[in-house]
């Protein structure tokens, strides 16, 4: 199946990207778009992008200030977009098209997690930010749990924010609420700020995982202590999604093991199964880890995609 990923700029740095196949993906304010853009000048719902017989169309959807292919606004009717094509939408928000991949491209952010009521920045230096009262944690709260919230960067530039109740994306000047604590993601200049950069040590554990996908097991080698057997109807979860890791040759490690949830579904349950349940089955094994003093934020989700992100994979007989 043919595919595209569309590039969020942001001046001379790639913001974000997303991955464009026979799914439309939705362009716009509102929070029910797959892109969700932050810019008063974009409509609620501004443009729609899809592919249709291995080529890649949008669609502006009656828009305010209008999208813009290449410079010329388009009219009412579908247009097709080629590799390094861009598109403007509203006046500031630019997008270029590149072909095939799964949204990776190189982006360079500078975040800072800011605290509302004293103002005072904590940079993100790691793709892994951990907030709590451990003494590890990257931002400390005084009491609390140990860890109280995760937020990852991954590697298309899109930022999640996870705790024991949910998994979700995090936009940029949006207030969360940790532990009582008011806080927010803010963009600043990656000219002048450190950049969030990959940290292969937040990643140690092992997985465990027999070759029928029955028997699967994390490890954490620094703690032998630790460790959690799934249960075997989640352990078949996790088969597919080791599999893509272990047999990832190409990529950074950053990207490394991602899969595309609608494939996993079919994979796993055929034409009757949902995303849906692909998501309850992982939040069950995220549930488990935690319990057993393990990272549950070793699988990771991002738009339309999830994966295992492991240390390594160790196959059992």
Not at 118 to 146: C, E, Q, Y
Not at 213 to 241: N, Q
Request: net charge negative; aromatic share 8%; proline share 3%.
């Amino acid at each position: 199946m043919a595919s595209y990923v569309l590039i969020q700029h942001q001046g001379d740095f790639v913001r974000r990207s997303i991955t464009v196949t026979s799914t439309p993906v939705s362009i716009g304010r509102a929070a029910s778009n797959d892109l969700m853009i932050q810019d008063d000048t974009c409509s609620w719902h501004h443009a729609l992008l899809w592919v249709e017989q291995s080529a890649l169309w949008v669609r502006d959807l009656n828009s305010s200030n209008g999208t813009f292919h290449n410079g010329t606004r388009l009219g009412g009717n579908s247009v097709r977009l080629r590799p390094g094509d861009r598109l403007m939408l509203g006046d500031y928000i630019e997008l270029s098209i590149q072909a095939g991949g799964i949204g990776w491209v190189s982006w360079r952010r500078a975040l800072v997690v800011r605290d509302l009521e004293t103002g005072v920045d904590t940079v993100m230096r790691s793709d892994r930010f951990v907030i709590g009262s451990h003494a590890n944690a990257d931002l400390r709260l005084k009491g609390g749990p140990a860890i109280a919230a995760v937020l990852m960067v991954h590697g298309n530039g899109e930022v999640w924010y996870g705790d024991v109740i949910r998994l979700e994306p995090l936009l940029t000047d949006r207030p969360f609420v940790v532990a009582g604590r008011t806080l927010c993601l803010a963009e600043v200049d990656p000219g002048t700020h450190p950049v969030v950069a990959y940290d292969a040590d937040r990643y140690g554990q092992r997985l465990m995982i027999s070759h029928d996908g029955m028997r699967a097991r994390f490890e954490d080698p620094k703690h032998p202590d630790r460790t959690r057997v799934i249960d075997s109807s989640l352990a078949s979860v996790l088969h597919p999604l080791a599999q893509a890791l272990d047999s990832a040759t190409e990529g950074t490690h950053q990207e490394r093991g991602w899969c595309s949830e609608r494939e996993l579904v079919a994979e796993l349950w055929g034409e009757g199964g949902h995303v849906s349940d692909l998501r309850t089955a992982l939040w069950y094994i995220r549930a488990s880890l935690q319990q057993g003093g393990l990272d549950p934020w070793c699988l990771e989700q991002r738009d339309r995609f999830c994966r295992v992100r492991v240390r390594e994979v160790v196959w059992m007989s």
